[in-house]
């Protein structure tokens, strides 16, 4: 069985402020984890995603997220937030085990950023 | 083409109607994905085709949702004597394979509203 949550449904940060969105998850084997973005209107557009390696991932438009096992953490981060950076943000796992169809997303928290 | 295309964007459909959504994944994309998305929370997966496979029906809610896909081209998802609870986004992706390594292309959705 596979899970995720996003604890916070809004976060609201200033421009130019360090920008931090939550997910924790649970799955049985080996996660894979990955983190979408929805702008308004648009489909979900892939930002990054932790397979092995290094606990830190980077990927597009300046976000980054820092995989922790003990705490079952991914949290997607960024060092300073953009007015364009608001938008839908869904954290998604999946189990080793399990195809990549069947990945479990988060419902989602939406960030604002006010200049 | 470039990207997942999902026709038509917007539908509005009188309960008891059947319903035809399309999806066309970019070329060369072995698998695609059904995904719904209900107002305000995360992407619930339908259904997952992977080359000449038997799809993987188990996110299908009932069996007023069928879907279907010739080769590895155009998707079509139908649903029949359609509900008000039906009213979500219906998304499509595409991705090359379903390894874990792979995400998915999404495309803009079908918003569907039953009225």
């Known amino acids: 069985a596979q899970s995720v949550a996003q604890p916070e449904d809004q976060v609201n940060v200033a421009e130019g402020n360090p920008l931090t969105v939550k997910c924790t998850y649970s799955?049985?084997?080996?996660?894979?984890l990955f983190w979408y973005v929805q702008y308004p209107n648009r489909g979900l557009q892939f930002l990054l995603k932790y397979i092995t390696g290094d606990n830190l991932v980077k990927g597009s438009y300046g976000f980054e997220a820092e995989f922790n096992k003990s705490q079952t953490s991914f949290h997607l981060k960024k060092p300073s937030a953009l007015v364009s950076d608001s938008a839908l943000y869904f954290c998604?796992?999946?189990?080793?085990?399990?195809?990549?169809?069947?990945?479990?997303f988060g419902d989602g928290t939406t960030l604002t950023v006010k200049p | 083409g470039a990207g997942v295309s999902q026709s038509p964007s917007n539908k509005v459909t009188e309960k008891g109607k059947d319903v035809e959504l399309r999806c066309d994944p970019i070329s060369g994309h072995t698998a695609l994905y059904w995904y719904r998305q209900r107002l305000g929370q995360g992407l619930e997966f339908l259904i997952y085709?992977?080359?000449?496979?038997?799809?993987?029906k188990s996110g299908l809610p009932s069996d007023r949702f069928s879907a279907e896909r010739t080769g590895e081209s155009v998707s079509t998802l139908t649903i029949q004597r359609t509900q008000q609870e039906d009213s979500a986004v219906y998304l499509c992706a595409s991705s090359l394979v379903t390894g874990w390594w792979t995400e998915a292309f999404f495309g803009q959705g079908t918003r569907l509203t039953v009225v």
């Open positions: 998604a796992v999946r189990d080793s085990n399990t195809n990549a169809g069947k990945s479990t």
């Open positions: 085709f992977q080359g000449n496979s038997a799809p993987d």
């Open positions: 799955v049985s084997g080996n996660p894979y």
